[in-house]
Protein backbone atom coordinates (compact mmCIF):
# COMPACT_ATOMS: atom_id res chain seq x y z
CA UNK A 1 0.00 0.00 0.00
CA UNK A 2 2.50 2.43 0.33
CA UNK A 3 1.50 5.53 2.28
CA UNK A 4 2.61 4.38 5.40
CA UNK A 5 0.00 6.68 7.18
CA UNK A 6 -0.96 5.24 10.58
CA UNK A 7 -3.51 6.31 12.94
CA UNK A 8 -4.60 5.21 16.51
CA UNK A 9 -7.87 5.73 17.97
CA UNK A 10 -6.84 6.61 21.80
CA UNK A 11 -4.87 9.13 23.87
CA UNK A 12 -1.31 9.79 23.24
CA UNK A 13 -0.56 10.37 26.78
CA UNK A 14 -1.04 6.47 27.55
CA UNK A 15 2.07 4.13 28.28
CA UNK A 16 0.25 1.90 25.80
CA UNK A 17 0.32 4.34 23.31
CA UNK A 18 4.22 5.86 24.09
CA UNK A 19 4.82 2.09 23.70
CA UNK A 20 3.18 2.10 20.26
CA UNK A 21 4.42 5.53 19.00
CA UNK A 22 8.24 4.43 19.85
CA UNK A 23 7.95 1.03 17.98
CA UNK A 24 6.12 2.56 14.97
CA UNK A 25 9.03 5.04 15.03
CA UNK A 26 12.00 2.40 14.31
CA UNK A 27 10.12 1.43 11.19
CA UNK A 28 10.46 5.00 10.05
CA UNK A 29 6.17 5.62 10.67
CA UNK A 30 4.60 8.39 12.68
CA UNK A 31 1.58 7.55 14.34
CA UNK A 32 -0.98 10.03 14.66
CA UNK A 33 -3.40 9.89 16.98
CA UNK A 34 -6.75 10.34 17.13
CA UNK A 35 -9.59 11.01 19.94
CA UNK A 36 -12.54 8.48 18.99
CA UNK A 37 -14.76 10.92 20.20
CA UNK A 38 -13.98 13.40 17.40
CA UNK A 39 -14.94 10.65 14.83
CA UNK A 40 -17.51 12.13 12.11
CA UNK A 41 -19.21 10.85 9.05
CA UNK A 42 -20.71 12.29 5.67
CA UNK A 43 -22.77 10.45 3.22
CA UNK A 44 -24.86 11.86 -0.07
CA UNK A 45 -22.09 13.07 -2.60
CA UNK A 46 -19.01 11.48 -0.60
CA UNK A 47 -19.00 9.02 1.91
CA UNK A 48 -16.63 9.77 4.05
CA UNK A 49 -15.41 9.44 7.76
CA UNK A 50 -13.00 11.40 9.58
CA UNK A 51 -11.19 11.91 12.68
CA UNK A 52 -9.73 14.97 14.30
CA UNK A 53 -9.50 16.95 10.64
CA UNK A 54 -8.51 13.57 8.92
CA UNK A 55 -9.83 11.61 6.19
CA UNK A 56 -9.02 8.38 7.91
CA UNK A 57 -9.72 6.34 4.46
CA UNK A 58 -6.35 8.12 3.42
CA UNK A 59 -4.43 5.91 6.08
CA UNK A 60 -2.87 2.92 5.76
CA UNK A 61 -3.43 1.28 9.22
CA UNK A 62 -5.72 2.15 11.83
CA UNK A 63 -5.54 0.50 15.32
CA UNK A 64 -8.48 1.13 17.38
CA UNK A 65 -6.82 0.97 20.90
CA UNK A 66 -9.72 2.48 22.59
CA UNK A 67 -13.49 2.56 21.92
CA UNK A 68 -14.96 3.81 24.91
CA UNK A 69 -18.58 3.42 26.08
CA UNK A 70 -21.16 6.01 25.92
CA UNK A 71 -25.19 5.81 25.11
CA UNK A 72 -26.12 3.09 23.40
CA UNK A 73 -26.73 5.86 19.93
CA UNK A 74 -22.71 6.66 20.53
CA UNK A 75 -21.33 3.31 21.17
CA UNK A 76 -23.17 1.96 17.77
CA UNK A 77 -22.22 4.97 15.92
CA UNK A 78 -18.55 4.35 16.76
CA UNK A 79 -19.14 0.99 15.50
CA UNK A 80 -20.61 1.84 12.60
CA UNK A 81 -17.82 3.94 11.17
CA UNK A 82 -15.54 1.40 11.78
CA UNK A 83 -17.49 -0.85 9.85
CA UNK A 84 -17.84 1.58 6.76
CA UNK A 85 -13.67 2.29 6.66
CA UNK A 86 -13.10 -1.27 6.65
CA UNK A 87 -15.76 -1.84 3.79
CA UNK A 88 -13.80 0.76 2.11
CA UNK A 89 -10.82 -1.31 2.43
CA UNK A 90 -9.05 0.25 5.14
CA UNK A 91 -7.24 -2.32 7.43
CA UNK A 92 -8.45 -1.86 10.87
CA UNK A 93 -7.29 -4.34 14.03
CA UNK A 94 -9.14 -5.10 15.39
CA UNK A 95 -11.45 -5.61 12.73
CA UNK A 96 -15.21 -4.17 14.07
CA UNK A 97 -16.66 -7.44 13.78
CA UNK A 98 -14.59 -8.82 16.27
CA UNK A 99 -14.62 -5.81 18.59
CA UNK A 100 -18.50 -6.62 18.93
CA UNK A 101 -17.97 -9.99 19.48
CA UNK A 102 -15.39 -9.87 22.28
CA UNK A 103 -16.69 -6.50 23.74
CA UNK A 104 -19.74 -8.57 24.78
CA UNK A 105 -19.01 -10.94 27.31
CA UNK A 106 -22.16 -13.42 26.92
CA UNK A 107 -21.89 -12.89 23.10
CA UNK A 108 -17.91 -13.83 23.97
CA UNK A 109 -18.95 -16.44 25.76
CA UNK A 110 -21.41 -18.35 23.48
CA UNK A 111 -18.62 -18.09 20.51
CA UNK A 112 -15.89 -19.71 22.56
CA UNK A 113 -18.70 -22.50 23.59
CA UNK A 114 -20.00 -22.67 20.39
CA UNK A 115 -15.96 -23.45 19.30
CA UNK A 116 -16.00 -26.51 21.49
CA UNK A 117 -13.92 -24.12 24.06
CA UNK A 118 -14.48 -24.71 28.01
CA UNK A 119 -16.16 -21.82 29.42
CA UNK A 120 -17.86 -21.16 33.31
CA UNK A 121 -21.01 -22.13 33.82
CA UNK A 122 -23.45 -19.04 32.95
CA UNK A 123 -26.93 -18.06 33.76
CA UNK A 124 -27.94 -14.78 32.05
CA UNK A 125 -31.59 -13.06 31.72
CA UNK A 126 -33.46 -10.26 32.36
CA UNK A 127 -35.97 -11.21 34.39
CA UNK A 128 -34.99 -11.02 38.67
CA UNK A 129 -36.93 -13.89 39.40
CA UNK A 130 -34.65 -15.99 36.76
CA UNK A 131 -31.74 -14.14 38.38
CA UNK A 132 -32.23 -15.41 41.84
CA UNK A 133 -33.09 -18.96 39.93
CA UNK A 134 -29.72 -18.98 38.49
CA UNK A 135 -27.82 -18.24 41.39
CA UNK A 136 -29.57 -21.55 42.85
CA UNK A 137 -28.70 -23.54 40.14
CA UNK A 138 -24.81 -22.11 39.97
CA UNK A 139 -24.63 -23.68 44.25
CA UNK A 140 -24.88 -20.29 45.75
CA UNK A 141 -21.41 -19.40 44.98
CA UNK A 142 -21.37 -16.72 41.79
CA UNK A 143 -19.50 -13.80 40.29
CA UNK A 144 -22.06 -11.08 38.93
CA UNK A 145 -20.09 -9.41 36.00
CA UNK A 146 -21.41 -6.64 34.01
CA UNK A 147 -22.29 -7.55 30.50
CA UNK A 148 -19.33 -4.90 29.10
CA UNK A 149 -16.58 -3.77 30.91
CA UNK A 150 -12.70 -4.93 31.80
CA UNK A 151 -10.12 -5.17 34.46
CA UNK A 152 -12.31 -5.74 36.97
CA UNK A 153 -14.38 -3.26 37.13
CA UNK A 154 -18.04 -3.68 38.14
CA UNK A 155 -17.42 -7.30 39.33
CA UNK A 156 -18.98 -8.79 42.59
CA UNK A 157 -18.90 -12.24 44.18
CA UNK A 158 -22.50 -13.02 45.45
CA UNK A 159 -22.51 -15.82 47.95
CA UNK A 160 -25.81 -15.62 50.11
CA UNK A 161 -29.16 -15.50 49.10
CA UNK A 162 -30.34 -12.01 50.81
CA UNK A 163 -27.02 -10.07 49.36
CA UNK A 164 -27.89 -11.85 46.07
CA UNK A 165 -31.73 -10.33 46.24
CA UNK A 166 -30.20 -6.73 47.12
CA UNK A 167 -27.86 -6.99 44.46
CA UNK A 168 -30.02 -7.97 41.65
CA UNK A 169 -32.77 -5.52 42.94
CA UNK A 170 -30.46 -2.66 42.28
CA UNK A 171 -28.99 -4.00 38.72
CA UNK A 172 -32.83 -4.05 38.01
CA UNK A 173 -33.09 -0.84 39.12
CA UNK A 174 -30.18 0.17 36.92
CA UNK A 175 -31.90 -1.57 34.08
CA UNK A 176 -28.78 -4.01 34.07
CA UNK A 177 -28.69 -7.40 32.92
CA UNK A 178 -28.07 -10.43 34.93
CA UNK A 179 -25.26 -12.12 33.85
CA UNK A 180 -24.15 -14.57 36.46
CA UNK A 181 -20.50 -16.93 36.28
CA UNK A 182 -20.53 -19.96 38.96
CA UNK A 183 -17.43 -19.43 40.77
CA UNK A 184 -14.19 -21.31 40.59
CA UNK A 185 -12.25 -21.76 43.06
CA UNK A 186 -8.96 -21.21 41.65
CA UNK A 187 -5.78 -20.07 44.24
CA UNK A 188 -6.60 -16.60 43.67
CA UNK A 189 -4.60 -16.76 40.51
CA UNK A 190 -5.21 -16.50 36.71
CA UNK A 191 -3.24 -16.94 33.45
CA UNK A 192 -3.33 -13.90 30.90
CA UNK A 193 -1.90 -14.68 27.15
CA UNK A 194 -1.49 -12.23 24.43
CA UNK A 195 -1.85 -13.17 20.78
CA UNK A 196 -1.45 -11.82 17.61
CA UNK A 197 -2.06 -13.68 14.47
CA UNK A 198 -1.04 -17.55 15.00
CA UNK A 199 0.99 -16.82 17.67
CA UNK A 200 1.27 -16.49 21.22
CA UNK A 201 3.66 -13.93 21.84
CA UNK A 202 4.10 -13.38 25.71
CA UNK A 203 2.25 -14.78 28.92
CA UNK A 204 1.92 -14.16 32.92
CA UNK A 205 0.49 -15.60 35.82
CA UNK A 206 -1.41 -13.24 37.59
CA UNK A 207 -1.40 -13.47 41.52
CA UNK A 208 -4.17 -11.85 43.68
CA UNK A 209 -4.61 -11.08 47.46
CA UNK A 210 -8.07 -12.78 46.76
CA UNK A 211 -10.65 -13.87 44.05
CA UNK A 212 -9.84 -10.87 41.56
CA UNK A 213 -7.05 -11.34 39.67
CA UNK A 214 -6.51 -8.07 37.39
CA UNK A 215 -3.65 -5.90 37.62
CA UNK A 216 -5.03 -2.87 37.88
CA UNK A 217 -6.64 -4.63 41.36
CA UNK A 218 -3.34 -4.93 42.77
CA UNK A 219 -2.92 -8.37 41.35
CA UNK A 220 1.36 -9.52 40.67
CA UNK A 221 2.20 -10.51 37.46
CA UNK A 222 4.49 -13.45 37.36
CA UNK A 223 6.75 -14.81 34.42
CA UNK A 224 5.12 -18.02 32.92
CA UNK A 225 6.15 -20.46 29.97
CA UNK A 226 2.59 -21.61 28.88
CA UNK A 227 2.18 -25.51 27.34
CA UNK A 228 1.93 -26.40 23.71
CA UNK A 229 -2.11 -27.59 25.19
CA UNK A 230 -2.30 -23.72 26.59
CA UNK A 231 -0.67 -22.40 23.22
CA UNK A 232 -3.83 -24.41 21.34
CA UNK A 233 -6.30 -22.95 23.80
CA UNK A 234 -5.59 -19.44 23.09
CA UNK A 235 -5.13 -19.59 19.62
CA UNK A 236 -8.86 -21.55 18.59
CA UNK A 237 -10.34 -19.03 20.97
CA UNK A 238 -8.64 -15.81 19.15
CA UNK A 239 -9.55 -17.71 15.82
CA UNK A 240 -13.04 -18.19 16.76
CA UNK A 241 -13.79 -14.33 17.88
CA UNK A 242 -11.98 -13.09 14.35
CA UNK A 243 -8.97 -11.28 16.51
CA UNK A 244 -5.77 -10.08 14.79
CA UNK A 245 -4.58 -9.98 18.53
CA UNK A 246 -6.08 -10.20 21.94
CA UNK A 247 -5.72 -11.28 25.30
CA UNK A 248 -6.63 -14.35 26.35
CA UNK A 249 -7.42 -14.82 30.38
CA UNK A 250 -7.86 -18.89 31.33
CA UNK A 251 -8.15 -20.33 34.82
CA UNK A 252 -7.18 -23.16 36.34
CA UNK A 253 -10.03 -24.96 39.05
CA UNK A 254 -8.23 -26.16 42.43
CA UNK A 255 -9.23 -29.62 40.67
CA UNK A 256 -7.44 -29.12 37.39
CA UNK A 257 -10.08 -28.14 34.80
CA UNK A 258 -9.17 -25.10 33.15
CA UNK A 259 -11.75 -22.35 31.23
CA UNK A 260 -11.65 -19.35 29.19
CA UNK A 261 -12.80 -17.10 31.16
CA UNK A 262 -12.44 -13.37 28.97
CA UNK A 263 -11.43 -12.70 25.37
CA UNK A 264 -9.90 -9.04 25.44
CA UNK A 265 -10.21 -6.63 22.14
CA UNK A 266 -7.84 -4.35 23.23
CA UNK A 267 -6.15 -5.89 26.03
CA UNK A 268 -2.97 -3.83 28.26
CA UNK A 269 0.06 -5.47 28.82
CA UNK A 270 2.06 -2.60 31.04
CA UNK A 271 1.67 -6.00 33.88
CA UNK A 272 2.92 -8.39 31.02
CA UNK A 273 6.01 -6.35 30.13
CA UNK A 274 7.64 -6.58 33.93
CA UNK A 275 8.24 -10.13 33.27
CA UNK A 276 8.92 -10.47 29.46
CA UNK A 277 12.36 -10.12 28.08
CA UNK A 278 11.07 -8.34 24.77
CA UNK A 279 9.72 -5.17 24.04
CA UNK A 280 6.21 -6.43 23.26
CA UNK A 281 4.80 -3.09 21.68
CA UNK A 282 7.52 -3.73 19.20
CA UNK A 283 6.45 -7.21 18.59
CA UNK A 284 2.75 -6.20 18.01
CA UNK A 285 3.72 -3.57 15.56
CA UNK A 286 5.86 -5.85 13.45
CA UNK A 287 2.75 -8.02 13.37
CA UNK A 288 0.31 -5.29 12.41
CA UNK A 289 3.12 -3.45 9.61
CA UNK A 290 3.01 -7.53 7.95
CA UNK A 291 -0.47 -7.82 8.38
CA UNK A 292 -1.67 -4.70 5.91
CA UNK A 293 -2.04 -6.44 2.99
CA UNK A 294 -3.83 -9.35 4.20
Known amino acids: ?18 ELERAFQEHGMNPEFMDPLSLRARLGEKMEVWGQGSDLSSYDLLLAREVPGGSLEQVI ?13 LKVINSPYAIEKMVDKYYTS ?3 QQAGLPVPETRVSEDLSQALEGFRQLGGDVVVKPLFGSRGAGMV ?9 R ?3 ALQM ?6 LQKFIPHNNRDIRVLVAGQKCLAAMERVGDDWKTNISVGARPMKLDISAETKDLCLRAAKSLGADYCGV ?19 AWKGLQQVTDFNIAEQLVAFWINSRGR
Open 174 to 179: GGYIFY
Open 1 to 18: MGKNRIAILGSPDSWHSQ
Open 157 to 165: RVTDPETAS
Open 167 to 169: TFR
Open 77 to 89: FRMDALHQLENRG
Open 249 to 267: DLLSSETGERYVIEVISMP
Open 110 to 112: SLL
